[in-house]
T-cell receptor, first 115, second 111 residues
Framework: DTAVSQTPKYLVTQMGNDKSIKCEQN?????MYWYKQDSKKFLKIMFS???????INETVPNRFSPKSPDKAHLNLHINSLELGDSAVYFC??????????????FGSGTRLTVV | SQQGEEDPQALSIQEGENATMNCSYK?????LQWYRQNSGRGLVHLIL?????REKHSGRLRVTLDTSKKSSSLLITASRAADTASYFC???????????FGRGTSLIVHP
């Protein structure tokens, strides 16, 4: 069973479109995250939700809006896509918001290409 | 927030050799983690070492932490071709438990 699953795995879309990426974890974890990995492999935190509540919101354009319908799901909606949004987006989860104590479980990533 | 910086950026070795990667950081940490990322995949948690620990082992992996030098090393002994991947360190510090990642070391193990 996949612990953290993201869909879609690949997403190619035109500039200006709106798209969503979905994430689900079946680990019973309380905290979920979205990370963005650029072409140089730099991994940067975007958002963190703990039990459906937003706890981290890094400097991210407000075109990016996370939504957590329940603690097992954290979706990422992106409006008006730009070329610079092209990257790999990773969802992750941890047992609680102190997750660093136990490590994070990552999904396999969604490669977004904006053309 | 700070990030760890891995060194070297790239490492190429033969199967059976040991691989050592280093991570340096700037401010005091709560803990430091190492992750592996195979090409096109997500990150896999390897080891977490707390600021009051100096060394941890897991199978062929050995992690050391020197808080006086603000550095950590990851040693993979008797490397295998399957160890080919990027290795990242991630630090969390202060009141934030969110780890910040470095850019990784790309390890290639030739069979």
């Amino acid at each position: 069973d996949t612990a953290v699953s993201q869909t879609p795995k690949y997403l190619v879309t035109q500039m200006g479109n709106d798209k969503s990426i979905k994430c689900e974890q079946n680990l019973g974890h309380d905290t979920m995250y979205w990370y963005k990995q650029d072409s140089k492999k730099f991994l940067k935190i975007m958002f963190s939700y703990n039990n459906k509540e937003l706890i981290i919101n890094e400097t991210v354009p407000n075109r990016f809006s996370p939504k957590s319908p329940d603690k097992a799901h954290l979706n990422l909606h992106i409006n008006s896509l730009e070329l610079g949004d092209s990257a790999v987006y990773f969802c992750a989860s941890s047992q609680d918001f102190r997750g660093a104590g136990y490590g994070y479980t990552f999904g396999s990533g969604t490669r977004l290409t904006v053309v | 927030s700070q990030q760890g910086e891995e060194d070297p950026q790239a490492l190429s070795i033969q199967e059976g050799e040991n691989a050592t990667m280093n991570c340096s950081y700037k401010t005091s940490i709560n803990n430091l983690q190492w992750y592996r990322q195979n090409s096109g995949r997500g990150l896999v948690h390897l080891i977490l070492i707390r600021s009051n620990e100096r060394e941890k082992h897991s199978g062929r992996l050995r992690v050391t932490l020197d808080t006086s030098k603000k550095s950590s090393s990851l040693l993979i002994t008797a490397s295998r071709a399957a160890d080919t991947a990027s290795y990242f360190c991630a630090t969390s510090s202060g009141g934030s438990y969110i780890p910040t990642f470095g850019r990784g070391t790309s390890l290639i193990v030739h069979p």
